[in-house]
């Protein structure tokens, strides 16, 4: 479904990412794990085309995207997720769920100035459909009319997937989902990606740095670390690969050391 | 405590008149102003046309600046240039219909916001801002050119036409309101409808948050100039009834000095928001006005007194200014929302 392809981006002289290779696999969750500033988000960034890699390929189903616009891969069905919030603050909840919609209505502003008539038809169909789709699916019809901005931060994060999912999209990235949520949240977020797998077959890319989240969802797990893929494959083997193991610890044993100095 | 906003359908609730206040409200408003031009003088009359057809520039400085969230310092060009096509389409064609005159300012004024939104492809804020106030001389500088002095009058002005419908010559300030007045509505309307829709939401959304808007799918190239040629349309829009207003126009009319005037009015009603460019505009071009009379009335017709109360007029419309950006940066519509949440909970809360 989705490939990359010997990925490589630096910013300056910081590789961010280094001959990443993987594929996600239709229909399945691949997870990217690996510690902080191994390039997981700069990953995602290049996926939805916010940055160019410098070299490598990016491939949707077995077309380049390499050097597509970000709003055309939209029409793709690539769909994401910011690990720092990045919704409408001015808007309300429905408002930022329906921007999900922008790429299936048709209404430019002709159309969309004087309303009635295709306008409002389709309006209509949207709304009846993210209602059905998005707001009972993520248990959002208490907060439909209230501006983001004075949601907590754990239902700020449900409307972000709730506008990714408006898009009816074939590729979901979700950067850290459930960071900075409580254990219920949490398990309330790994029932909603189960369920929009189960239910619509997407395709999911998923960052996250719970473990316990990463091996019960995760069909396939891709480990970076300082911008090197050091490996892949099922949660099982990743778990268990020496490379990963020291990666992890290696960071561990240096904040513990650098703990101890201070 | 106003209660009953409950619907059983989306219909309802995706309309624009979603609870009786507002279809009051509106109703009250369309009301006023098939009314007032009976009741009112000719000095009245022309204040309200000049308020109208500035509404009308501001509602759509507000369509850019308001909901887009990019700056302009050149809209008063694009009203320049709405007045001056008005002018030369009569010069050519006289007696063309006036809604043909309009639609072909809006247009012409709309290219030319194309033209000088360019540079929001590339930068924001204050750099936007700097880059469109050259509008405001590149505009006058051809206007004034004497290659285009046979429509445009070059510096002397020139004289404009009045509007003419099927034979019936619009010459009282009181025919001239029947023509802006419903233009008005119907422009606010369409603003209106715009930002409930796909179109305004994505302007919105790249004002709220430019790369969450380009992943949603928004050209934000696209939509940032279609965002500039609207605004300016309207602006042009303005501008042709100005002309039609008016005996008489000069270049100096339309400068900088308009283009501020516009950003004052904007920000004094509110940005974003449909009500903010109707009470702004009224207060900024009211309250001079009102301390015109007040002036006159201390002074007592005295010349003397009036040459030293004159120049305060000008200081405590500034000092209203300073004191709106610091007490209700957020406009007269947050005055109004304030108002509508203590009496949509009374007698519960405050
Ligand atoms: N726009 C940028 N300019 C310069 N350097 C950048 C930029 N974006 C990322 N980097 C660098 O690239 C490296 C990878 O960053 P990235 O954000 O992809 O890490 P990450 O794996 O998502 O980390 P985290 O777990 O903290 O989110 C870091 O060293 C970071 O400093
Ligand atoms: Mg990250």
């Given at each position: 479904m989705l490939t990359v392809k010997d990925a490589e981006l630096s910013f300056g002289g910081i590789k961010?990412?280094?001959q990443v290779s993987f594929e996600a696999r239709s229909g399945e969750i691949t997870a990217i794990i690996g510690p902080n500033g191994a390039g997981k988000t700069s990953l995602f960034n290049i996926i939805s085309g916010f940055y160019r890699p410098q070299r490598g390929q990016i491939l949707f189903d077995n077309t380049?995207?390499?050097?597509?616009?970000a709003d055309k891969r939209a029409n793709l069905g690539i769909a994401r997720t910011f690990q720092n919030l990045a919704l409408?603050?001015?808007?309300t909840v429905l408002d930022n769920i329906k921007l999900g919609g922008h790429i299936r209505l048709r209404s430019g502003f002709w159309t969309s100035g004087w309303f009635y008539g295709s306008a409002q038809r389709e309006e209509l169909a949207l709304r009846a459909q993210i209602e059905r789709d998005v707001i009972d699916f993520l248990e959002l019809d208490h907060i439909?009319?209230?501006?983001?901005?004075?949601?907590p931060y754990g239902l700020q994060k449900r409307v972000e997937l709730g506008r990714a999912l408006a898009m009816q999209p074939n590729v979901l990235l979700l950067d850290e989902?459930?960071?900075?949520?409580n254990r219920e949240e949490t398990e309330d977020m790994a029932r909603f990606i189960l369920d929009i797998q189960e239910r619509w077959g997407t395709t999911i890319l998923l960052v996250e740095h719970d473990m316990g989240m990463v091996m019960d969802l995760a069909n396939q797990v891709v480990v970076l670390n300082f911008g090197r893929q050091i490996a892949s494959g099922s949660a099982d083997s990743v778990q268990h690969n020496p490379a990963v193991i020291e990666a992890y610890l290696g960071t561990k044993a240096t904040q513990e050391a650098s703990l101890q100095a201070s | 405590m106003i209660t009953g906003n409950y619907k059983t359908r989306y219909q309802d609730d995706e309309s624009?008149?979603?609870n009786w206040a507002k279809r009051w409200g509106f109703a009250l408003s369309i009301v006023f102003l098939v009314v007032f031009p009976f009741v009112a003088d000719n000095y009245m009359l022309l204040l309200a046309g000049q308020i109208a057809i500035f509404i009308i520039a501001v509602a759509g400085l507000n369509v850019l600046v308001?909901?887009?969230?990019l700056m302009s310092l050149g809209h008063g060009a694009f009203f320049a240039i709405g007045a001056y096509t008005a002018v030369a389409i009569h010069h050519e064609?006289?007696?063309?219909f006036p809604l043909i005159t309009l639609v072909v300012s809006i247009l012409v004024a709309a290219a030319f916001g194309v033209l000088f939104g360019l540079p929001a492809l590339r930068v924001k804020g204050l750099y936007l801002a700097v880059a469109t106030l050259s509008a405001n001389f590149i505009v006058l500088f051809f206007i004034r050119e004497h290659w285009f002095e046979e429509w445009t009058?070059?510096?002397r002005g020139t004289e404009t036409p009045n509007a003419v419908f099927f034979g019936v010559e619009l010459v009282s300030q009181q025919a001239k309101y029947f023509m802006i007045a419903p233009i008005m509505v119907i422009m606010l309307l369409f603003a209106q409808n715009l930002f409930r829709t796909r179109f305004g939401r994505a302007l919105i959304a790249i004002r709220d948050k430019d790369y969450s808007a380009e992943i949603m799918g928004i050209s934000l190239y696209s939509y940032k100039l279609k965002s500039f040629a609207i605004s300016a349309g309207y602006c042009g829009a303005a501008g042709c009834l100005w002309a039609y207003f008016f005996p008489a126009i000069l270049p100096?009319?339309?400068g900088l000095n308009m283009s501020i005037t516009l950003l004052v009015c904007l920000v004094a009603g509110g940005m974003?928001?449909?009500?903010g460019p109707i009470f702004g505009t009224m207060l900024i071009l009211l309250v001079p006005e009102m301390l015109k009379v007040i002036v006159s009335m201390v002074t007592d017709g005295d010349a003397m007194a009036q040459r030293y109360f004159s120049p305060m007029r000008d200081i405590v419309f500034g000092l209203m200014i300073i004191g709106f950006l610091i007490f209700?940066?957020?406009?007269?519509v947050n005055i109004w929302d304030r108002f509508w949440r203590f009496l949509s909970r009374w007698p519960f809360a405050k």
């Amino acid at each position: 479904m989705l490939t990359v392809k010997d990925a490589e981006l630096s910013f300056g002289g910081i590789k961010a990412l280094d001959q990443v290779s993987f594929e996600a696999r239709s229909g399945e969750i691949t997870a990217i794990i690996g510690p902080n500033g191994a390039g997981k988000t700069s990953l995602f960034n290049i996926i939805s085309g916010f940055y160019r890699p410098q070299r490598g390929q990016i491939l949707f189903d077995n077309t380049d995207i390499t050097r597509m616009r970000a709003d055309k891969r939209a029409n793709l069905g690539i769909a994401r997720t910011f690990q720092n919030l990045a919704l409408f603050r001015g808007m309300t909840v429905l408002d930022n769920i329906k921007l999900g919609g922008h790429i299936r209505l048709r209404s430019g502003f002709w159309t969309s100035g004087w309303f009635y008539g295709s306008a409002q038809r389709e309006e209509l169909a949207l709304r009846a459909q993210i209602e059905r789709d998005v707001i009972d699916f993520l248990e959002l019809d208490h907060i439909r009319n209230a501006p983001v901005a004075i949601l907590p931060y754990g239902l700020q994060k449900r409307v972000e997937l709730g506008r990714a999912l408006a898009m009816q999209p074939n590729v979901l990235l979700l950067d850290e989902p459930v960071a900075g949520m409580n254990r219920e949240e949490t398990e309330d977020m790994a029932r909603f990606i189960l369920d929009i797998q189960e239910r619509w077959g997407t395709t999911i890319l998923l960052v996250e740095h719970d473990m316990g989240m990463v091996m019960d969802l995760a069909n396939q797990v891709v480990v970076l670390n300082f911008g090197r893929q050091i490996a892949s494959g099922s949660a099982d083997s990743v778990q268990h690969n020496p490379a990963v193991i020291e990666a992890y610890l290696g960071t561990k044993a240096t904040q513990e050391a650098s703990l101890q100095a201070s | 405590m106003i209660t009953g906003n409950y619907k059983t359908r989306y219909q309802d609730d995706e309309s624009i008149w979603n609870n009786w206040a507002k279809r009051w409200g509106f109703a009250l408003s369309i009301v006023f102003l098939v009314v007032f031009p009976f009741v009112a003088d000719n000095y009245m009359l022309l204040l309200a046309g000049q308020i109208a057809i500035f509404i009308i520039a501001v509602a759509g400085l507000n369509v850019l600046v308001g909901y887009t969230g990019l700056m302009s310092l050149g809209h008063g060009a694009f009203f320049a240039i709405g007045a001056y096509t008005a002018v030369a389409i009569h010069h050519e064609w006289p007696g063309t219909f006036p809604l043909i005159t309009l639609v072909v300012s809006i247009l012409v004024a709309a290219a030319f916001g194309v033209l000088f939104g360019l540079p929001a492809l590339r930068v924001k804020g204050l750099y936007l801002a700097v880059a469109t106030l050259s509008a405001n001389f590149i505009v006058l500088f051809f206007i004034r050119e004497h290659w285009f002095e046979e429509w445009t009058g070059g510096v002397r002005g020139t004289e404009t036409p009045n509007a003419v419908f099927f034979g019936v010559e619009l010459v009282s300030q009181q025919a001239k309101y029947f023509m802006i007045a419903p233009i008005m509505v119907i422009m606010l309307l369409f603003a209106q409808n715009l930002f409930r829709t796909r179109f305004g939401r994505a302007l919105i959304a790249i004002r709220d948050k430019d790369y969450s808007a380009e992943i949603m799918g928004i050209s934000l190239y696209s939509y940032k100039l279609k965002s500039f040629a609207i605004s300016a349309g309207y602006c042009g829009a303005a501008g042709c009834l100005w002309a039609y207003f008016f005996p008489a126009i000069l270049p100096e009319d339309f400068g900088l000095n308009m283009s501020i005037t516009l950003l004052v009015c904007l920000v004094a009603g509110g940005m974003g928001r449909t009500l903010g460019p109707i009470f702004g505009t009224m207060l900024i071009l009211l309250v001079p006005e009102m301390l015109k009379v007040i002036v006159s009335m201390v002074t007592d017709g005295d010349a003397m007194a009036q040459r030293y109360f004159s120049p305060m007029r000008d200081i405590v419309f500034g000092l209203m200014i300073i004191g709106f950006l610091i007490f209700e940066p957020m406009g007269l519509v947050n005055i109004w929302d304030r108002f509508w949440r203590f009496l949509s909970r009374w007698p519960f809360a405050k």
